[in-house]
């Protein structure tokens, strides 16, 4: 059986988004249970598992950044499959805490700001503590020597994992709060992308920002063969202010040759690009 | 006096610089400390101060992204200056402690990813707890019942204001660690951005993201007309995955009347476009 790593502990939203990978693929994964995103993308590259599934966005707080500069700072990978998962964040505390005594909240800071606006709604004055997991979170307020006031921001299986109620249902800021998730692979020796099939195709490259419209150019080579891009993101180069490495999702059609051909004349326009693979897009 | 909100408490990166950003003024300020930058940001609306002081960017770790969301999505703010601000972190402890019994590391999350290398060099085992603030994670160490193998990442303000030494200076991935602030006001009625003077020029579309090229017709507005991009940074809309809203940071040169064109073109082509202002960008 293949090892696949993902983040921990258990009951993470991450857990749960394998679990329904799982159940789109033929082969079936044992999960390895890593505690940091740039661990489980090591291991990959370190041999000791065969895949990692990884947090790449979330629709309401954008980018995970650690999974993007991995990724764009190591020649050891391809992604191989997406898988965009709808995330359902409860308020959840031990039995018999009330709603309106609730004064010092837990989670991770990805859901605390994808509650914000419940927050400042309804908590205007609660403390709040970003730590580790929303894993972590509900375990923490499960062990509390009191659960006086205190409730974590998690998924319904990490709080039942923890023996937790819950006190409020669904309260990200809308109900399109999704993740996506990419399956990571170690890059085999003189790998030929162009050979995968799939709905998407992301590169990554560094432009020369010095230029004034050389990411106009680029956007060029695509916008001039039809190229649909799905996405763009930048990060800095972790170099100087003012250096940025971009991420293109570009959609893959019936004309795959022009998308080569996109790809291959933004290499030649770029200080470096790396292809991380053609992959195809699961719904959960 | 004038006040100034800033995120506190007292000790963190953000006052900090607000200090040295007040050496560049001819009017001080007063700093009034808050919790969370989109109070300090809210205070500015609700008139209970007249300007905040936020992080927007680090040159390691990208975009601050409650201040991109919280100007994205309010019509209340204009900016009128920018401060480039040097960070240094350090690994700070009580007095007596080694550097090699170090077990656990208080932080934020943001000066955490900044030394991820070091960190991941030094420390693979230890236990990294994200904090509200640099300065929160110097006050836990300096408080907490035993010091043995506790750590805080922070400036050495926020580390001597709480009586910890350093342990190990400059632990940051590399040298050209920088944080942008943005000095943040309410705007007034039928303000005319048009008439501010500056460097730079800040401003936020919505596009059509399902229209192939619609940002690559964008950009040819700037590129056109030979307007310097410095930055493009997109953000989830908040609605659904794939629609982006664009922070574009432009060069303001002499030829003034050319950017005021292709910022009106621009808005013709957006859902939406918001002018945040035209400032000084500032160097400490």
Redesign the interface.
Known sequence: MEKMGILGPRGTHSEAAAVKLNEFSAKKFELVIFKEI?ETLNAVEEGKVDAAFVPV??????SI??TLDTLAHSDSFIVTREL?YPVHNHLMAREGVKLSAVKKIFSH?QPI?QC?NYL?KNFPHAE?????STARAAEMVANFETSEGCAAICSERAGTLNGLKILAKEIQ??N?N?T?FLEVRRRPKNFNVYKMMGDKNLIICQID?SK??A???V??E??RR???????????A?????A?IFFFDLEVDNFRRLLFESVEAVRRKSIWLKNLGIFPVLKA
Do not use: C, H, K, W
């Not at 972790?238 to 003012?242: A, C, I, K, M």
């Open positions: 740039f966005e979330n629709s309401l707080e954008g950044n650690i965009i800071a700001s914000r400042q709040i503590n970003p730590v580790a800021d809308n399109s999704r996506r920002g004034p419209g990411l106009y150019e956007l060029g695509f916008a039809n190229i649909n891009m799905v996405r763009i993101e930048s990060r800095p972790r170099t100087e202010l003012g940025y």
